[in-house]
């Protein structure tokens, strides 16, 4: 059973660019988390999905960002038009129910040039 | 307002001593915490939780400690071992509030030989 795959591991966008991050999910796992790593800092919680459906998108830019996780195929999350201060590690993480321990993904390092 | 503190960015012992990581806490509603332990390039991985009934917790060399009316908790490896080398975040889920995480910053364990 894999874990939390998601890809790519490194990806080096210009300003004004678009970045989109994959995470596939646990086998089994219906619920999908993303979190973001700034440099320097602890992991801040952004989106947490169900299939086809947004539970709670609080840590969320407001402009920019948005997730996805469709019936079929990965989550995504999507940043549009980039910005230097984009540049972190997203994790992803999954888990089987709400309340069940969830287990996290390798991330990816965006990093805006 | 960080609601979750690791105020020592690093930690250096002996090889064999103890290793004790440090979290205090601000928001009352908290009521499960858990300690993840992350290699660079890695994504993190679980390592202890406990429960706010609870004021002790032990897994093998991993002893957690709470102490609910100090808002504090503590991770104590014994004994340290080279491999133990590693990032720790203590991170909290509030009551009845889902499954997010909200993470301190970290505290970077070296163990030397």
């Known amino acids: 059973n894999a874990g939390v795959m998601q890809n790519p591991r490194h990806l080096v966008r210009r300003r004004g660019q678009e970045a989109r991050l994959r995470c596939s999910p646990m086998?089994?796992?219906?619920?999908v988390y993303w979190y973001r790593q700034l440099p320097e800092e602890g992991l801040k919680f952004m989106v947490y999905?169900?299939?086809?459906?947004?539970?709670?998108e609080s840590g969320m830019p407001k402009e920019r960002f948005s997730a996805e996780f469709p019936k079929e195929g990965p989550s995504i999350l999507r940043i549009q038009q980039v910005v230097r201060g984009d540049s972190a590690a997203y994790f992803c993480?999954?888990?089987?129910?709400?309340?069940?321990?969830?287990?996290f993904g390798q991330g990816t390092r965006l990093t805006v040039v | 307002d960080q609601q979750v503190k690791q105020n020592s960015p690093s930690l250096s012992v002996q090889e064999g001593r103890i290793s004790i990581l440090n979290c205090d806490y601000t928001?009352?509603?908290?009521?499960?915490f858990l300690w993840y332990k992350k290699y660079p390039a890695e994504g993190p991985t679980f390592l202890i939780s406990i429960s706010s009934i609870k004021d002790k917790n032990e897994d093998g060399r991993f002893t957690v400690f709470l102490n609910k009316s100090a808002k504090h908790l503590s991770l104590h490896i014994v004994p340290s071992q080279p491999g133990d080398s590693a990032v720790y975040f203590c991170a909290a889920i509030p009551f009845n509030a889902g499954n997010m995480l909200t993470f301190g910053g970290g505290t970077r364990l070296m163990v030397k030989p």
């Open positions: 086998k089994g796992h219906s619920h």
């Open positions: 928001n009352s509603m908290f009521d499960y």
């Open positions: 993480a999954s888990s089987a129910t709400v309340g069940d321990f969830y287990f």
């Open positions: 999905l169900q299939k086809e459906n947004i539970i709670d």
